[in-house]
């Protein structure tokens, strides 16, 4: 009876042990500074969400969260780094469609998994996009686009995030729906891209909002479509995809927040509520919405859902419009 009752005491006392060893290593998190990985160049809508996000999220925390940009491969490169760094809640990454169901769809041996690398904490925005031109192009309306890349296949091209990515995804998808060519040019980030839209070296990008704005505003360029559920208030003349008969064009992109694979339930569980915290700031909802993009704060599990959804939608699409794999 004793020597049962010294080992289910003996048990009992490791397991408080354990437990009162876990529970502080839980509770002081963070105790130093975060790095927020955007695998995109500064200046894109990517890079903007963070820049959004982070102030906010360091004040919540109590630790600073450092804004890093890994650009290259259409969010490849920092995606895979990100992935690989310690699963210790000190590594974040912007987590977006981009990235994390379209470019592992385009690649036949993608460098990183969406789904099994990665572990979801929350949404951050809806994302609107838009159809950019120059402002001072000839092209007016989205008709008068069509009939120009129709008239001269392949003469103009369009600038991305890099090959692979939502943006270069989403041009090809435009091009298969509406019957034109034109030549893909692929930038380290929409803001280089942006640039070189401007300086007249492509003649489209199929940008998101918020990067694009700033550029509409001042005359720069000039939006010719947008992918919304409704009109833009801040772009009443713009007609949405779906308006002009191509709703496969329609769908807002995702912008959220991930770790490493592996990273402690508790700490995803605090970050998850630090964000919640963070959209719900009035400086933050009107930040975001500043930018034409919507405030979504989810569950980890809602975030995971969609993740998975939204990678085996692009897996079809890649399929249905005959991508060649990259």
Do not use: C
């Amino acid at each position: 009876m004793f020597p049962t009752l010294y080992r289910a005491a003996g048990a009992l006392t490791l397991a408080l042990g354990a437990a009162a060893l876990a529970a502080p290593a839980s509770a002081a998190y963070p105790d130093h500074s975060l790095q927020l990985i955007v695998p995109y160049a500064p200046g894109g809508t990517t890079d903007l969400m963070a820049r959004i996000v982070a102030p906010k999220l360091s004040e919540v925390l109590g630790q600073t969260v450092v804004v890093v940009n890994k650009p290259g491969a259409g969010g490849a490169l920092g995606s895979a780094y990100a992935a690989r760094e310690p699963a210790d809640g000190y590594t974040l990454v912007m987590a977006v469609e981009s990235s994390h169901a379209v470019n592992p769809a385009v690649h036949e041996k993608s460098s990183y998994d969406p789904v099994k690398d990665f572990a979801p904490i929350s949404n951050l925005a809806n994302v609107l996009g838009v159809l950019d031109v120059r402002g001072d192009s000839n092209i007016k309306t989205f008709q008068q686009l069509l009939d120009q890349l129709k008239a001269k296949p392949g003469r103009d091209a369009f600038g991305s995030s890099g090959s692979g990515g939502y943006s270069h995804l989403f041009g090809e998808l435009f091009l298969s729906s509406t019957g034109t060519k034109m030549l893909h040019v692929p930038y380290k980030g929409l803001g280089p891209a942006l640039v070189d839209l401007m300086a007249g070296q492509v003649q489209v990008v199929f940008d998101n909002l918020p990067s694009s704005a700033g550029f509409i505003a001042s005359g720069k360029l000039r939006a010719l479509a947008v992918a919304s559920p409704q009109r833009v208030k801040s772009l009443p003349d713009v007609p949405t995809y779906a308006e002009l008969g191509y709703p496969q064009l329609n769908t807002p992109s995702w912008f959220g927040l991930a770790a490493p694979k592996g990273t402690p339930a508790p700490i995803l569980d605090k970050l998850n509520g630090a964000i919640k915290q963070v959209l719900a700031e009035p400086s933050v909802i009107a930040a975001i919405e500043q930018q034409g993009a919507v405030p979504d704060y989810t569950t980890r599990e809602q975030f995971a859902a969609v993740i998975q959804h939204s990678y085996g939608v692009w897996q079809k699409v890649v399929n249905d419009i005959g991508f060649q794999k990259l």
